[in-house]
């Protein structure tokens, strides 16, 4: 951002926070008053990127107790929310998969078992890509499948005679990788930080408590069918290449698979934490309920002891997973490896400030339910609508076309409140539209600036703006329609509570 832009960015946000502090012109309490110009100024800055976002996400701990909003510990309490250590956790066992090249050796796998003629290659890559981004960051998936993608592209051009559109091909495939980074993310609780920052509202308010397997089995279903609307999409309407089987792009395959050799003891041991966390993750809810059986017909009072019982969470489990990988040796006998599959040196690479920002979010959020504004907000917006189908497909597609233009985090944080307060008003289930708030962020296609992912493929110049908008435009109204119909058909039958 150019010096001038940020200084007007930064003017503006004062100047909104003290239209809202002296002028109130929506008629607030002086609590309401107070909450409303903090959040006109962190949204601001949020929105314009005035300041890096986990900055701005600061700015609670100094406002609230110095205005008399709250006092410091009730302010910097959602830094420690334990939803940010879930995330903390799922960060640092993405570290150690990246640093071991297990990351690798999972994607080259996937698109040699898919094949490699022109669509299959295609597909191979997003599949790859959409299950790796369960797991890691966007961005982080982008960045390792970017190269991978480039390579092959550069040599099917430099010796590709057959027939097919090779133009066609790079098209998809740059685009392939950053929509299945964005669109992966949504199948799990950590696979993207909307996802994680929701949660948090949610358990923070009370409304629900989404475990793990309950969000896969509603989401994972719809990340996947997305991935495959976007294969369909791309390489049978839009962008057809038309390429046969070409041995060239399998020898790339194999030959950077013969290069990585057998799983060394690093990625067999960062694969078995892995694997365990995950299993835990999913069996989350049959190993307590065990517990309790086992408990009881051990005629054990579960009231009085209810210590005895090791009742776990998917926090629990994701710091537990994490802190394996900084107890299991290494076990790797190359010059320079750590001795363990972590080391605290590693977290250098670790994005520590969407822990701050997810904080920041949750604290903005508390001050203004607590004051209020949320409730008034809800009922403003429930003024213009009845309900039902139709308005979860508007606050779908209303939070897909927004995050084309703003940091999804900061989107969630900022709409979550509004939409449990509109939902309260309109008698519906917060769920139901929080949920498609929140599967919505994920899905930005159609900008450059919409994701990092997208950022990083658009400067290949193997696609131009037009590509961009027309491929994410139809996949935009493709994913507000089925994150509606699973919103408001599917997730009352597959979640408890509904």
């Known amino acids: 951002m150019s010096s001038v832009r940020q200084f007007i960015s930064i003017a503006i946000g004062i100047a909104l926070f003290l239209f809202f502090l002296f002028v109130n012109p929506f008629d607030l309490s002086p609590q309401a008053t107070k909450v409303a110009a903090v959040a006109a100024l962190m949204i601001t800055w949020w929105v314009s990127e005035a300041m890096p976002m986990p900055v701005v996400a600061l700015l609670p701990l100094i406002l609230f107790p110095s205005m008399g909003i709250s006092k410091i510990d009730e302010a910097a309490a959602p830094y420690a929310n334990p939803i940010i250590f879930l995330f903390l956790g799922g960060f640092l066992i993405g570290l150690a998969i990246e640093k071991w090249n297990l990351h690798k050796r999972i994607a080259m796998n996937i698109v040699r078992i898919t094949g490699t003629s022109g669509d299959r290659i295609v597909l191979g890559f997003i599949i790859a890509t959409g299950f790796l981004s369960m797991w890691l960051s966007n961005t982080a998936t982008t960045m390792m499948m970017f190269p991978i993608a480039m390579s092959v592209i550069k040599v099917m051009e430099d010796n590709h005679k057959g027939p097919g559109n090779l133009h066609n091909l790079s098209i998809c495939l740059m685009m392939a990788i950053a929509y299945a980074s964005?669109?992966?993310?949504?199948?799990?609780?950590?696979?993207?930080?909307p996802n994680v920052a929701y949660v948090a509202f949610l358990e923070k308010h009370n409304h629900y408590t989404f475990d793990f397997r309950e969000w896969m089995m509603v989401c994972a279903p719809l990340a996947w069918i997305l991935l495959f609307c976007l294969y369909f999409v791309m390489v049978k309407v839009l962008y057809p290449n038309n390429i046969p089987f070409d041995g060239l792009a399998k020898k790339i395959i194999k030959g950077e698979l013969q290069k990585m050799g057998k799983l060394s003891a690093p990625e067999k041991r960062v694969l078995f934490v892995f694997v365990l966390t995950a299993t835990l993750w999913i069996t989350r809810d049959l190993i307590n309920n065990m517990q309790v059986v086992i408990l009881t017909n051990m005629q054990v009072d579960i009231i009085n002891d209810v210590q005895a019982v090791a009742k776990l969470d998917d926090t629990m489990?994701?710091?537990?997973?994490?802190?394996l990988l900084f107890i299991i040796p290494s076990g790797s006998k190359e010059e320079g490896a750590t001795k363990q599959l972590l080391e605290w040196s590693d977290t250098n690479h670790m994005a520590w400030g969407i822990l701050l920002l997810f904080g920041g979010g949750i604290s903005l959020a508390t001050q203004l339910e607590k004051a209020g504004l949320v409730q008034l907000l809800g009922q403003w917006i429930a003024g213009f609508s009845t309900g039902g189908f139709w308005f979860v497909f508007i606050v779908a597609i209303a939070s897909i076309f927004i995050s084309e233009v703003m940091s999804n985090v900061a989107q969630v944080i900022v709409f979550a409140p509004v939409i449990a307060g509109v939902a309260?008003?309109?008698?519906?289930n917060p769920l139901q539209l929080g949920l498609a708030m929140t599967l919505g962020a994920s899905c930005a296609g159609m900008l450059p600036m919409g994701t990092p992912p997208n950022a990083i493929v658009f400067a290949s110049h193997r696609l131009k703006l037009k590509h961009m908008l027309t491929t994410g435009f139809v996949m935009n109204m493709i994913a507000a329609t089925l994150i509606s119909l699973f919103c408001w058909y599917l997730l009352p039958v597959f979640v408890k509570g509904i």
């Open 182 to 193: 964005n669109l992966g993310g949504m199948a799990t609780i950590i696979g993207t930080p």
């Open 317 to 323: 489990i994701a710091v537990f997973g994490a802190v």
């Open 424 to 428: 309260e008003a309109l008698h519906m």
